[in-house]
Nanobody, 117 residues
Framework: QVQLQESGGGLVQAGGSLRLSCAASGRTFNSYAMGWFRQAPGKEREFVAAITWGIPSYADSVKGRFTISRDNVKNTVYLQMNSLKPEDTAVYYC????????????WGQGTQVTVSS
């Protein structure tokens, strides 16, 4: 089992940058695929980015602007967000799954990102 804690959210102007962090507990962090999701008010939660065996993937809406990375020594996954837009405003969630899980099984509590125009 793994516990996840996000940090780094906040208020930023359009065009600005933020870096989200997700600290994970547990000794087998490097065996988990890690992902970032977001949920805007009145909308369903959507995929943002993931990193599996070192290979990143991104939603089309953030490709070229966001970068996911992980530090297996620090048990932390990051989401660098550049060129932020008001439509990026959402609660951002970190998630983890093993290679036998059908979907993401472990979730953080989320961190708010607000982008002002």
């Amino acid at each position: 089992q793994v516990q996840l804690q996000e940090s780094g959210g906040g208020l930023v102007q359009a065009g600005g940058s933020l870096r989200l962090s997700c600290a994970a507990s547990g000794r087998t962090f490097n065996s988990y695929a890690m992902g970032w999701f977001r949920q805007a008010p009145g909308k369903e939660r959507e995929f943002v980015a993931a990193i599996t065996w070192g290979i990143p993937s991104y939603a089309d809406s953030v490709k070229g602007r966001f970068t996911i990375s992980r530090d297996n020594v620090k048990n932390t996954v990051y989401l660098q967000m550049n060129s932020l837009k008001p439509e990026d405003t959402a609660v951002y969630y970190c998630a983890a799954k093993t290679n036998i899980d059908l979907g993401y099984k472990y979730w953080g509590q989320g961190t708010q990102v607000t982008v002002s125009s």
